[in-house]
C-alpha cells in the first residue's frame, strides 16, 4: 500500500525525462536520473551545484518534469531592484567634481562612452560646451586612476 505522499511508479520512471532533455535538446548533460527505485532523484554531476556544472539554464529540465518538483525562480524584482540602485548605475563621470547630470550626458553624447573620454586630448573636451581648461584638466586626470 502506497501512502499519498510517495511518488507512483509512473512518476519514477518519467524522472529520466529530465536527463533525456538536458542531453538530447541541449546537449550539456547536466542533470540526469540518479538512483533507482523509491531513492530515485535528480542530481548533478557529483552532486554539484547547478552553477558549478555545465547547466545553460534553458529551462527544459522545468518544462519536462513530470511531477511539478522543479519551478522557475522568477529574477523580476531583483533586477529591477538593481536598476534603481543608483550605485549599480554610476559612471566613472559620476566622481568628478564639476561635472553633473547635464554635463556627463552631453560628452557622453559627444563622445560615445567614458573610455573614449578618457582617450580625448584636454583640447577635444574643451570644445565642449561648459567644458574649462580646468575642468578637462580634472577629468583626464579623474579617469586616469
Do not use: H, W
Not at 499519498?4 to 541541449?26: S, Y
Amino acid at each position: 500500500m502506497f501512502l499519498k505522499d510517495e511518488p507512483n511508479f509512473k512518476e519514477i520512471m518519467d524522472l529520466k525525462k529530465l536527463g533525456t532533455a538536458c542531453k538530447n535538446i541541449q546537449k550539456v548533460s547536466a542533470i540526469d536520473a540518479a538512483n533507482r527505485g523509491f531513492n530515485s532523484c535528480v542530481a548533478t554531476a557529483g552532486d554539484k551545484s547547478l552553477n558549478d556544472v555545465n547547466c545553460t539554464f534553458c529551462g527544459q529540465c522545468i518544462q519536462a518534469c513530470p511531477v511539478g518538483a522543479l519551478k522557475e525562480k522568477d529574477e523580476t524584482k531583483n533586477v529591477f531592484r538593481k536598476l534603481r540602485d543608483k550605485e549599480m548605475t554610476k559612471s566613472a563621470l559620476d566622481y568628478v567634481d564639476g561635472i553633473g547630470e547635464k554635463k556627463k550626458a552631453m560628452l557622453l553624447k559627444k563622445f560615445g562612452s567614458v573610455k573614449k573620454i578618457k582617450e580625448a586630448s584636454v583640447d577635444d573636451l574643451i570644445m565642449c560646451k561648459g567644458i574649462s581648461e580646468d575642468l578637462a584638466k580634472k577629468i583626464k586626470a579623474e579617469l586616469q586612476d
